[in-house]
């Protein structure tokens, strides 16, 4: 069936034209971790605790060993989901341990400990938060920095956020979460790409009193030089076992919603949220199998021969300029499998993951992705005012 798809497709996957050097602006770019001499002071004589994982680097070297070099007297390592070092599956427990280079203790902040407790926090002065952000919503990093924050404030702990460009940081898109809907997926009211950094948000949780009781956090954020949300930024290493480049960055906002259906987003294969596929999608020849790998340990449809679509061949600066959302695949899956209700999971995880029932009801409606998209308008433009106040780059606007 040669669809509307097949055109978005034929656009979407246009060459690119410029070289990849000339896409990004990393060259430019030093983000907090690497201003040193902002935040050095601040740990001082104290007792210092980080949120981290494999993306806390400041060059090459990890920051965990770039304090313990400086003499900092780092005393704990906490780690969110996919653990310190980045290999857990998504929404696999992590568990607590030792570090093996530096046998420094690690916590894992993911499972049924997902804030620090009060016995962990004992003795610390100061926590860094370091961690590469994608910028969408349902990525759960930004949902620890909230139970970071909260358990901050009501210990009396300084935070210091070491900013790193947001990838998805040049544009604002997306349903806003209902908080009846509210989970570890989604846990504030914005939408799915809210444009922020991660200590943009920082300050806008503290800013909107989202902690809990209303408490605030001490905190204090260390910007990037040479950024803003204009300019395009590669990030150095993969942010997690699934997102193993820019494109899988990229196209994640999107492919997610996937999460919540029968389909697969290629979990368990070369390309994670590059392809998309199901055994009975039949309006394509091309295919892949999800195998169990290092973080799909038990892949959806493992084993089983997908038919679907290959992203991998997009241009990046094609993507670059979309600046929205895609629910075109979505909602053509959904006809073509002909499931109905079906075509969603019983857990109802596309509603964690959309921020409430509507995005389910409106595809089973048989809504345009234009109808769709306006649905969003009015709470959208209400969270661009919100942003605003909290930002500290130049806007794209």
């Not at 690497?34 to 949120?51: I, M, Q, T």
């Not at 997908?306 to 006809?335: A, E, P, R």
Request: hydrophobic letters at 40%; glycine letters at 8%.
């Amino acid at each position: 069936m040669k669809s509307k798809l097949f055109y978005i497709l034929f656009t979407l996957w246009s060459t690119n034209l410029l070289a990849q050097n000339e896409l990004f602006c990393n060259r430019n770019v030093t983000v907090g971790a690497e201003n040193v001499s902002e935040y050095l002071n601040d740990l001082a004589d104290k007792e210092v605790a980080v949120v981290g994982n494999q993306s806390s680097l400041v060059s090459d070297v990890h920051i965990v060993d770039t304090l313990l070099r400086l003499n900092v007297n780092v005393v704990k390592v906490f780690s969110p989901e996919h653990g310190f070092r980045g290999k857990a599956d998504a929404g696999e427990k992590v568990k607590s341990g030792v570090d093996a280079k530096t046998g420094l203790p690690i916590v894992s902040l993911y499972g049924s400990n997902k804030k620090p407790k009060p016995e962990q926090l004992k003795g610390i002065n100061v926590m860094l938060f370091d961690i590469q952000d994608v910028g969408a919503r349902f990525y759960t990093y930004i949902s620890t920095l909230h139970y970071v924050m909260e358990a901050c404030a009501e210990n009396g702990i300084k935070l210091i956020v070491l900013d790193r460009p947001n990838p998805n940081g040049h544009y604002v898109d997306g349903p806003v979460l209902d908080l009846k809907y509210k989970s570890f997926v989604g846990m504030h009211q914005v939408p799915v790409v809210h444009g922020m950094t991660i200590g943009e948000y920082a300050q806008m949780i503290n800013g909107e009193t989202w902690l809990k009781n209303g408490v605030k956090c001490d905190l204090k954020v260390i910007k990037i030089k040479g950024w803003d949300h204009s300019k395009f930024y590669k990030l150095p290493i993969k942010p997690s076992p699934n997102l193993p480049n820019m494109l899988s960055v990229y196209l994640y906002p999107s492919l997610c919603f996937f999460e919540g259906t029968v389909v697969s987003v290629g979990r368990g294969t070369k390309s994670p949220f590059q392809i998309v596929g199901h055994p009975n999608f039949t309006e394509t020849t091309f295919s892949f199998t999800p195998k169990p790998t290092d973080g799909a340990k038990h892949p959806k449809l493992e084993n089983q021969k997908c038919f679907g679509i290959d992203f991998t061949k997009m241009g990046l600066n094609v993507i670059q300029k979309q600046n929205q959302i895609h629910l075109s695949w979505l909602i053509q899956f959904y006809k073509s499998l002909n499931l109905g209700q079906q075509f969603f999971l019983k857990n109802n995880f596309i509603n964690l993951l959309a921020g409430s029932n509507q995005l389910q009801n409106q595809i089973i409606a048989g809504k345009s992705e234009a109808e769709i998209r306006a649905s969003w308008k009015e709470s959208l433009d209400k969270f661009k005012v919100i942003r605003k106040k909290y930002l500290l780059y130049k806007d794209f606007e």
